[in-house]
């Protein structure tokens, strides 16, 4: 079919019915709360299908959960959330900054790695920091 050849010539293995994802961000959400955080596991309503590299998907959630452990407020909970739109599904990550973050550790590559690594799959990585709250916005493309 179609989409099967197009992944196969991109080289982006075709996931099906959201269960890579679902189980990455389980796994994220687990290690927050773990870590401290509440971080309630967002709710798939309908299937989906995504052009996605699953190495690429893997470093751009751990950097992401890096970030939220790092300079996220662990007395405010991490909210997510997974919608659909036209040929594309997004994630978003919203936390409220640490009062007083510690950057000093930063060398300032993982945003753009993480951005790079969604671009490569066709997505886009869009983050912004407002009255203290941090969203990151993941896009990837549907088949």
């Not at 690594?117 to 990585?125: C, N, P, V």
Request: net charge negative.
């Amino acid at each position: 079919n179609a989409e099967y050849k197009k992944a196969k010539e991109l080289g982006i293995p075709l996931i099906s019915r959201a269960q890579l994802l679902g189980q990455i961000l389980s796994e994220v959400c687990g290690d927050l709360q773990r870590e401290g955080f509440q971080a309630p596991q967002p709710v798939f309503t309908e299937p989906f299908r995504l052009y996605l590299r699953p190495e690429d998907a893997v470093r751009v959630f751990d950097n992401l959960f890096s970030n939220l452990c790092k300079y996220g407020d662990p007395a405010s909970p991490v909210t997510f959330s997974v919608e659909r739109g036209p040929g594309t599904v997004t994630v978003a990550a919203e936390n409220r900054v640490r009062p007083d973050p510690d950057r000093r550790d930063s060398h300032g590559v993982g945003l753009p790695a993480m951005a790079a690594l969604m671009e490569r799959g066709g997505g886009a990585l869009e983050t912004e920091e407002r009255d203290g709250v941090y969203r990151c916005v993941l896009t990837f493309v549907e088949t």
